[in-house]
């Protein structure tokens, strides 16, 4: 049982660039989310889906773009690659998507990202 | 806006003692809370979760506790060990989809 899979764990980019960050689970969970995190920042939400077909914005939207075509798979995009995005992105997923759950929430290992 | 804090930003023990971190959040409307350790350059591990409901909840050597009337949770660690070096983050999820996180303990347990 892999859990939830970042690919790529390491990438460089230059400012303006695109590029897709992958993520993909296999516990056929409802609700997929993207983190950033910055140093002395924690955690923020990024965007997050509650299902296929279903997407909607967190804290930090700007910048970035997700769809969800697949229980499986939440990629996120970022279309214009500037330096204040060089962060560590984390994909995170858990089973139901109500408002009324209790399950734990599932990471990857993370994409290290930097915009130079 | 929900905002969590957490009390120490780091902290170093030697190995064998009880210790306690701390969770604070400013909102206590909350529908439950979860401890995660992260090590450096890995993805958060989840290590226990509290309904509002409950009190408190217990792991091995772990057992975190919840207090939401004072907007608090302590993740309690007995008889600390090397490996238990990492850092510590607590997130606290309202009525809604997302949990909110703090910014982490950077826990040090010396040999």
């Known amino acids: 049982n892999a859990g939830v899979t970042q690919t790529p764990k390491f990438q460089v980019l230059k400012t303006g660039q695109s590029m897709t960050l992958q993520c993909a689970q296999d516990m056929n969970h409802e609700y997929m989310s993207w983190y950033r995190q910055d140093p002395g920042m924690g955690l923020r939400l990024i965007h997050y889906s509650v299902g296929a077909g279903i997407t909607d914005q967190g804290e930090v939207p700007n910048g970035y773009n997700v769809s969800r075509s697949t229980t499986e798979d939440f990629p996120l995009r970022l279309l214009s690659a500037a330096p204040s995005q060089t962060s560590v992105y984390f994909c995170?997923?858990?089973?139901?998507?109500?408002?009324?759950?209790?399950?734990?929430?599932?990471f990857g290992s993370g994409t290290q990202l930097s915009v130079l | 806006k929900q905002e969590v804090t957490q009390i120490p930003a780091a902290l170093s023990v030697p190995e064998g003692e009880n210790l306690v971190l701390n969770c604070s959040f400013t909102d206590s409307a909350i529908y439950n809370l979860q401890w995660f350790r992260q090590d450096p350059g890995k993805g958060l591990t989840s290590l226990l979760l509290i309904q509002s409901s409950q009190r408190e909840q217990t792991s091995g050597r772990l057992n975190a506790s919840l207090d939401k009337s004072s907007g608090r949770s302590t993740l309690y660690i007995a008889a600390s060990q090397p490996g238990d070096s990492a850092t510590y983050l607590c997130a606290v999820r309202s009525y809604g989809q997302n949990f909110v996180f703090g910014p982490g303990t950077r826990l040090s347990v010396l040999p």
């Open positions: 995170a997923s858990r089973l139901g998507s109500g408002f009324a759950t209790n399950e734990k929430l599932f």
